[in-house]
């Protein structure tokens, strides 16, 4: 049960039933971990944000692989505004917090600006939590990627209140209204201004709520923690919070090694790809710096219809000719009926301009430009009866069967891929 407040201008008072706010009350509601000061008009919702934010808190923990007995005596005073003046003039919003568009947080204090969806103010709240909380374990948030982007990966969520679960994409647009995310991100991929990995760990402090910042800070925490090869590099830099220099990406460089180039080219394939119902399980991409180069030899693969990228196991020379034929059939729905498509795709159906079922491959070169401030988009093909491609740096060829992001988990079946050296 909340413990419920209403705040006057000359008071305060007990309410054993929550009503509509008159127009100077500011309504507080009491969770284990949040205490909540706000202006909204409907008390449901503000039950549901302390509610939401008690039940991501021991999500929070468990993601950083910590006991929850470190947060004992952790609690945050959160402030969710409407009208800001109406905060000002009961001294909630100190002179020494900076003029804020979204959000912001100062040690175990948080304001946010309520916004026109309650998906986005849940996001922005759970967002300066995780700020407070980085302080709480680790006595700062790191570098301003991964403070922001960290933030990002704990805020993003699916449900609300105790159904509540962090870290995950939403499915679609009418889940997240306002979010905007990956309308941002749509726009630099569309304009070839996707930022490279290195110019991300690079951003500066920034206090303006730059959405492209935030946005390309969460894809970056969100590969670091998602591929198992990674992940532990990406906690334990958690704790040198207090590091906001070079020295914290260049220990999780170091940390990384020589996967490093590997992550880089990860990078540029999961830029083309984010969007709504994005599943890292299906979209992490096996490669290897042990991969042999091609030696000419025909090469066979089933391209499976589920997954995202699939690398065919070796890199290809500079300066190979290959021949690139597929066969085989697969299926995409079931409902309304099943939809079956063979390599060239559905033509009465698209994704992205292209036949939805379609083969496409593109070449993912090895070498990564340590200087480039943005990537090179991939150069994504479709099949035809039989492709030929000249190879202009040593690069992994990549297949994937064009289909939505969120809905490849019903589908089945194979194309058989046959590669050769093309005469």
Known sequence: ????????????????????????????????????????????????????????????????????????????????????????????????????????????????????????????????????????????????????????????????????????????????????????????????????????????????????????????????????????????????????????NRELQATVGKQWPILAARWRVACHDLNYGFDWNNEQVKLSAKDPVWNGSNLTLQVRPDQGWQSCGVRIPRGAKISISAEGEITLADQPKPWTSQPPGITFRYHRGRPLGQLQFCLLPNANDPQATRIEPLEIHGIENQSIINVAEYSWLLFRINDECGKMNDNRGSYQVSIQRAR
């Open 1 to 248: 049960m909340f413990q419920s407040q209403l705040i006057f201008g000359v008071g305060c008072f007990f309410a054993l039933l929550a009503g509509p706010l008159r127009a100077d009350e500011l309504l507080v509601r009491d969770g284990r971990y949040i205490h909540l000061t706000t202006d909204i008009a409907s008390t449901e919702e503000a039950e549901n944000l302390v509610a939401s934010f008690d039940a991501a808190v021991p999500q929070w923990m468990q993601f950083w692989d910590l006991d929850t007995s470190a947060i004992a005596d952790f609690k945050v005073k959160a402030c969710v505004i409407r009208n800001k003046a109406k905060f000002n003039q009961r001294s909630l919003i100190p002179a020494t917090v900076p003029n804020f568009p979204f959000g912001y947080a100062l040690g175990s204090q948080v304001w946010v600006l309520a916004q026109q969806s309650e998906y986005y103010t849940r996001h922005l709240l759970l967002h300066e939590g995780v700020h407070s909380l980085a302080y709480h374990l680790f006595n700062g948030a790191g570098p301003t990627w991964f403070q922001e982007g960290s933030a990002e990966l704990l805020a993003t969520h699916h449900g609300s209140g105790a159904n509540i679960k962090i870290n995950r994409i939403p499915q679609s647009r009418e889940d997240a209204p306002y979010w905007g995310r990956f309308k941002r991100m749509s726009q630099a991929t569309n304009n070839k201004e996707v930022p490279s990995i290195n110019t991300v760990l690079g951003y500066q402090p920034n206090l303006t709520g730059d959405v492209a910042t935030y946005s390309w800070s969460w894809a970056a925490c969100m590969m670091l923690s998602s591929y198992p090869e990674y992940r532990p590099a990406f906690v334990t830099a958690a704790q040198r919070g207090k590091e906001t220099g070079p020295i914290f």
